[in-house]
């Protein structure tokens, strides 16, 4: 198994969702985020007066699939998040284990 986060941007949540519904993902857990990559934030108006932003807000997708679906899903994640301009996101893939569904106490693949 494979878990697949991506910290994407707050706007593109929905097209990203929408995008692995349609590849038959069942299930995800989002957080709302904040930090920075290569842009280390950025500058802000307000009222005249110009500060930094050092942390950008970003949503956190974490999806847990068979490994024969991990390339379907991060193929849906990149049509749903990416607008070809810093500050897209990334995406990183890790083994998984095992996972346990509480309720019912099956594991591995049928627990998913």
Known sequence: MKKIEAIIRPF???????????EGIRGLTITEVRGYGRQKGHKETYRGSEYQIEFVP??????VVEDKNSEKVIA???RGAKTGQ???GKIFVSNIEDAIRIRTEESGKAAL
Do not use: S
Request: no cysteine; proline share 0%; aromatic share 0%.
């Open 12 to 22: 593109k949540l929905e097209d990203v969702k929408e995008a692995l519904i349609e």
């Open 58 to 63: 970003k949503i956190k997708i974490e999806v």
């Open 76 to 78: 849906a994640i990149l």
């Open 86 to 88: 810093v500050g897209d």
